[in-house]
């Protein structure tokens, strides 16, 4: 039978921090937001550059092969 690891001190630091970030101020939570909103921005501008780098290629692809649909399709 699988022996599964204890989470027990896992549990423990999850109820810690939860405490700790229950403890700030409202204007310490709103910083954290902004922190967050700034990041994920960040992330969405990266993963629509790339998409438009994927739209570039399969576009070069396209005009100098006759299988272009073939290699446009296999690129994410």
């Avoid at 699988?2 to 810690?16: G, N």
């Avoid at 939570?29 to 438009?52: E, F, S, Y």
Wanted: proline letters at 3%.
């Amino acid at each position: 039978m699988k022996e599964y690891p204890d989470v027990t001190e896992l549990f423990r630091r999850k109820a810690q921090r939860r405490k700790r970030l229950a403890r700030l101020s409202f204007e310490e939570k709103i910083a954290i937001v902004n922190k967050w909103r700034k990041l994920t921005q960040r992330i969405r501008d990266g993963q629509g550059a790339m998409n438009q780098a994927s739209i570039a290629e399969r576009r070069r692809v396209s005009k100098g092969h006759s299988n272009a649909r073939i290699i446009s399709h296999a690129l994410p």
